[in-house]
């Protein structure tokens, strides 16, 4: 957002070794690391939304009724940025419309919903397992077209990130195992139990970057990914890289202040200053796009929470419903309160159980009232500080929130708000319970749509001085032309103003708006209707944590 | 906040017994009157009244309010100082986390420049008039005239005056007889090896100080305070007084000792000046109003007028904490400057 400079320009370096806050929360991840990663059974139907980084729709394939095999690309593949989306499992395609997915607002959002002939048939499949042959560029174009995007969290596509390079040469290549965030466990079951796989997807993008350094980074604290690593990486030149076990020491600009000893300036990208960051599973779905020619049709999950019987990693297709997913680990629908998408820190609630799991869905927690309690009121900043020396980009949020408080918009962007990288550890560690990630995001959102406000008035004083302008000079040009007379026609051209024809027309009006309104809600009903297993609504309290 | 009541309790303990009941007594009295006024402030902002001391900050301005006054002090005394710490200081603003100054030296300093004479009554019960190294001044006797003091209407006889009962021992610390009477009985004290342990009040500072010491170092240990504010607060007190000392000067400004341990030093260090509501916060903003406020104090004792010098400095250093936040805003992360004003 804040990258105003031009893509390759060089960026000076700020140099610092010293890591500011963190905090360190409790793990629980013990209970889901117990079993081995599990595949799920494939579920009858599959929802695989359509929504991509950004914002962006990918362009549909295929139509409804067509029959598809797993792996088959089900958007296009030709257009630039937009990563495909391939089908799951071999089936029809039953629908293309709008339906509930996990993200932050739990949205409708355009979903290709497919239903599995159970023959799990994957199409015709590209491998290529001496990919050390190829050139570059075929590979990153092969990792475009399995649809491999950063499976940490932000979704963003390796693609296009290889691509942010430019043909510079990268210094230092960090794959991300780090996993600061409680409760999430999937790239630590994956390095522990998939150890040879991951170290070949990451040779495979030490090939792409010609990095001359490749690091990978984990949490000193998860000894068997470690132990399992220790193993495989001495015939690699892979070097391994342990970090505290410090909240949000995974994040990646600390990882790159951690390992390259430098700050990542506010408008760079981590390629312009010699580093990139790529999320262990992403390496794993690498080695599977290049070596086995598989796109990208599954992955590792977390299913934890107190209301599961048996918490566990799953290996679980895009486009698996969530509800399916909790009913595998024994769910206890009676005492589930909460269920929150990605972290206990930075997760957001789903309050639909019907939606599915997307490509971004690291961990799913199915949390209880005791595990999550609601907080209690918040009590007055005291302004002891807690938060600023949590804080990992060194804001002072207790001068943040009492800017934003006060309505000081302007006076918090200058303290840095927009810097803010909505960890939340402010949150976590602040003793009068205040929420001020949730300030800070106000205060973003707001700042963005003053800043959008401020352009259109720029926009339209400029249309309204073009007008001006071209008026004057048609004035100049016409100066026999009589005004007068236009308006008097004008006038009378516009029928007399009539109380009750207006009544009639405003009552009219409100009624074709609420037939319209009546119309789409039935149609969604019935869209949602007409897949009868997913409409098993569950009632349950879902109440935001945060609130 | 019960943590920093829990630090206040060893500095307590030995003011009451060097002072007598009265210390004690003004505590209570302060307390008492924290949560009258705290439920009547409830109910005029319409607010929830949830137990008797809600957060427990009135509780923790009226400790340290009620062991900067002079022992058995009288009720009246201390209800205006608490109305005016809560109330004015600290509600009027807004309430907790709003007020720009400390609410318990707000308090003191006004009751301090209207009843000078009743503020500096530093009258010992007995302790000093009877000097008798079993003399105990928690005993009975003392408790009945600690309250007879604070509340003259429920003493069966009159009351004599306490600057009769108190002839010429009127001090709030030794600093102050220092300033006064010049090399007098404290350094007489000072000098003896075995003043420690003698209750006069010259040397009972020395222990109150260091139950204050043992009480910050508690804190800093739970860390519930940072280190940047007592640590600069004590370091530009010491700085200075070594600076300026001289034993052959006309001028008695005292020694680095008197001035750290002879005083309210420690108690400014370590609870008056961390007080997070009106501090700077930025880490480089707290040791610049630490030693802004070390410097203040050695300061107004040496060459102002009043010697009751931690209050006016940390309403000083509350005055600036503001102005000295924003010019030091850290470097935030991936930024090449300091933000703030002189971006």
């Not at chain 2, 109910?43 to 009244?49: F, H, K, S, T």
């Not at chain 2, 429920?154 to 709030?172: C, E, H, N, Q």
Request: with cysteine; glycine share 8%; charged share 15%.
């Amino acid at each position: 957002m804040n990258r105003n400079s031009m893509p390759g320009k060089p960026v000076k370096a700020i140099k610092s070794v010293r890591l500011h806050g963190g905090i360190r929360p409790p793990p629980f991840k013990t209970r889901s690391l117990r079993s081995v990663i599990m595949a799920t059974p494939v579920p009858e139907h599959l929802i695989i939304p359509l929504i991509q980084y950004g914002g962006q729709i990918a362009a549909p394939a295929v139509a409804v009724g067509d029959k598809v095999l797993k792996g088959q690309a089900l958007t296009r593949i030709d257009l630039e940025g937009i990563c495909p989306i391939h089908a799951p499992t071999s089936g029809t395609i039953e629908a293309i419309e709008p339906l509930p997915v996990a993200d932050e607002f739990t949205t409708y959002q355009p979903c290709v919903v497919l239903r599995s002939d159970g023959e799990d048939c994957w199409t015709a499949l590209d491998a290529l397992p001496d990919w050390d042959t190829s050139p570059p560029e075929d590979l990153i174009s092969r990792i475009h077209r399995a649809g491999v995007i950063g499976l940490g969290g932000a979704g963003f596509p390796l693609a296009k990130k290889l691509h942010s390079l430019q043909g510079r040469k990268l210094e230092t290549l960090i794959i991300n195992a780090v996993e600061c965030e409680p409760y999430i466990s999937c790239d630590q079951a994956l390095v522990r139990a998939r150890t040879a796989d991951l170290v070949s997807g990451i040779q495979i993008l030490r090939y792409i970057t010609g990095a001359t350094r490749t690091v990978i980074a984990i949490g000193n604290n998860k000894t068997d990914a470690i132990d399992a690593l220790r193993q495989h990486l001495p015939r690699t030149e892979i070097r391994l890289v342990t970090v505290p076990p410090d909240y949000p020491a995974g994040s990646e600009k600390q990882l790159i202040q951690r390992i390259v000893r430098r700050q990542l300036p506010r408008d760079a990208l981590p390629a312009d200053i010699g580093a990139l960051v790529v999320n262990a599973g992403t390496a794993y779905a690498v080695f599977r796009a290049i070596v086995l020619g598989q796109p990208l049709v599954s992955r590792i999950t977390t299913l934890c929470g107190e209301t599961l019987a048996t918490p566990k990693n799953f290996e679980a297709l895009i486009g698996t419903p969530v509800f399916f997913l909790l009913e595998l680990c024994g769910v206890d629908y009676q005492r589930l309160s909460h269920l929150l998408c990605g972290g206990s820190i930075m997760g957001h609630t789903v309050t639909d159980l019907n939606v599915p799991l997307d490509k971004t869905t690291n961990c799913l927690i199915a949390g209880s009232e005791q595990e999550f309690p609601t907080l209690p009121e918040p009590m007055e900043c005291i302004r002891c500080g807690y938060c600023a020396s949590a804080c990992p980009v060194s804001l002072q949020p207790q001068l943040l929130y009492r800017h934003i408080r006060a309505g000081a918009l302007e006076q918090a962007e200058q303290s840095g708000v927009q810097d803010c990288i909505e960890c939340g550890a402010c949150n976590w560690v602040c003793p009068s319970h205040i929420p001020l990630l949730q300030y800070y995001r106000y205060a973003k959102y707001e700042l963005e749509s003053l800043a959008a406000r401020r352009l259109q008035s720029q926009q339209w004083q400029q249309r309204f001085e073009l007008h001006q302008y071209r008026m004057a000079r048609k004035h100049k040009s016409k100066p026999q032309q009589k005004p007068d007379d236009r308006i008097a026609g004008a006038d009378a051209a516009i029928p007399q103003f009539d109380r009750n024809q207006a009544r009639i027309e405003i009552a009219a009006a409100v009624e074709r708006a609420r037939a319209r309104r009546e119309n789409l809600i039935a149609s969604s009903a019935q869209a949602i209707n007409s897949h009868e297993p997913l409409t098993a609504v569950r009632k349950t309290k879902i109440e935001n944590p945060h609130q | 906040m019960l943590w920093v009541i829990a630090a206040c309790i060893p500095a307590i303990i030995t003011a009451t017994w060097f002072f007598g009941y009265g210390m004690l007594l003004n505590i209570l009295q302060c307390g008492f009157w924290a949560a009258l006024l705290e439920t009547i402030v409830a109910r005029l902002r319409r607010q929830v009244w949830n137990g008797l001391l809600r957060d427990n900050s009135a509780l923790v301005s009226a400790i340290l309010l009620g062991i900067s006054l002079p022992p058995g002090s009288v009720w009246w005394l201390v209800l205006l100082g608490m109305v005016f710490a809560l109330l004015v200081a600290k509600h009027a603003f807004g309430g907790l986390g709003h007020n720009p100054f400390n609410p318990a030296m707000c308090g003191y300093v006004m009751l301090l420049l209207s009843f000078p004479l009743q503020m500096t009554a530093w009258h010992i019960p007995m302790a000093e008039i009877r000097y008798d190294p079993l003399f105990s001044p928690l005993q009975f006797e003392s408790l009945t005239t600690s309250i007879a003091l604070a509340f003259p209407f429920l003493a069966p006889g009159p009351v004599a005056d306490f600057r009769a009962v108190a002839d010429g021992l009127v001090m709030a610390t030794p600093l102050i007889e220092q300033k006064l009477a010049g090399n007098s009985a404290v350094f007489a004290a000072l000098d003896s090896g075995n003043s420690l342990f003698s209750r006069s009040s010259g040397t009972g500072w020395e222990l109150i100080n260091l139950g204050f010491l043992l009480g910050g170092l508690l804190l800093l240990f739970r860390k519930i305070i940072s280190w940047h504010i007592p640590v600069s607060v004590i370091a530009a007190v010491a700085v200075m007084s070594i600076l300026f000392y001289s034993d052959k000067s006309m001028n008695v400004v005292g020694s680095t000792y008197l001035h750290l341990f002879g005083s309210a030093t420690m108690i400014g260090a370590f609870f008056i000046a961390t007080d997070p509501v009106s501090a700077a916060t930025t880490p480089v903003g707290k040791i610049v109003y630490g030693l802004l406020i070390g410097g203040v104090i050695y300061w107004i004792r040496v060459w102002g007028s009043y010697l009751d010098a931690v209050a006016f400095a940390v309403l000083v250093g509350n005055f600036c904490a503001p102005l000295i936040d924003q010019l030091t805003l850290p470097r935030i992360y991936g930024h090449y400057r300091r933000t703030g004003p002189w971006k």
